[in-house]
T-cell receptor, first 110, second 112 residues
Framework: QKEVEQNSGPLSVPEGAIASLNCTYS??????FFWYRQYSGKSPELIMS????GDKEDGRFTAQLNKASQYVSLLIRDSQPSDSATYLC??????????FGPGTRLSVLP | DVKVTQSSRYLVKRTGEKVFLECVQD?????MFWYRQDPGLGLRLIYF???????EKGDIPEGYSVSREKKERFSLILESASTNQTSMYLC???????????FGSGTQLSVL
């Protein structure tokens, strides 16, 4: 059974700070990695996808992937109260479906 | 805009009832999925489908079945609802295998 692990949090950061969310996965063969944001009472929405080692930036968000360490992270720069949500890490399962981590709850304090 | 529609936002059922959860997508996606989400456990895959009349078991299929008679519609069936099936159920679709998921708004099911 593939596993995806995340710190459940809550992770609290002050407004304007960098929030760092981490995810580890068990299967070295995984190729696709996604970060979803889920506001309370809402469904998940895609923030970032990453497929290659290194960094991928999109606005205030940066995804980082290290396949050798089986580690993927999401950095949120200039955190805003509107970033307060649960962030889900998803890892592909032989290209058929995805295994999700339990999610990290982020709280950005004004 | 991409749209995945789940028929009910909230549902309350009795133990032993047969429950149908409906999901429709308007994006002509091949792949559809049913997840349940419980606090501390994240999203767990129940069933998925890559084509009409095709289904594959996910990680927790026990107590559930699915139906996909048309490409746009994927139904989750609880044959005999039990209290441990109280959960948030999320339907999702994707254009291809390994591609990002588009989620419906979810159905919060309570089994009493």
């Amino acid at each position: 059974q593939k596993e995806v692990e995340q710190n459940s949090g809550p992770l609290s950061v002050p407004e304007g700070a960098i929030a760092s969310l981490n995810c580890t996965y068990s299967d070295r063969g995984s190729q696709s990695f996604f970060w979803y944001r889920q506001y309370s009472g809402k469904s998940p929405e895609l923030i970032m996808s990453i497929y290659s080692n290194g960094d991928k930036e999109d606005g205030r968000f940066t995804a980082q992937l290290n396949k050798a360490s089986q580690y993927v992270s999401l950095l949120i720069r200039d955190s805003q109260p509107s970033d307060s949500a649960t962030y889900l890490c998803a890892v592909d399962n032989y290209g058929q479906n995805f295994v999700f981590g339990p999610g990290t709850r982020l709280s950005v304090l004004p | 805009d991409v749209k995945v529609t789940q028929s009910s936002r909230y549902l309350v059922k009795r133990t032993g009832e047969k429950v149908f959860l409906e999901c429709v997508q308007d994006m002509d996606h091949e792949n559809m999925f049913w997840y349940r989400q419980d606090p501390g456990l994240g999203l767990r895959l129940i069933y998925f489908s890559y084509d009409v009349k095709m289904k594959e078991k996910g990680d927790i299929p026990e107590g559930y079945s699915v139906s996909r008679e048309k490409k746009e519609r994927f139904s989750l069936i609880l044959e005999s609802a039990s209290t441990n099936q109280t959960s948030m159920y999320l339907c999702a679709s994707s254009v291809d295998r390994g591609e990002k998921l588009f989620f419906g708004s979810g159905t919060q099911l309570s089994v009493l």
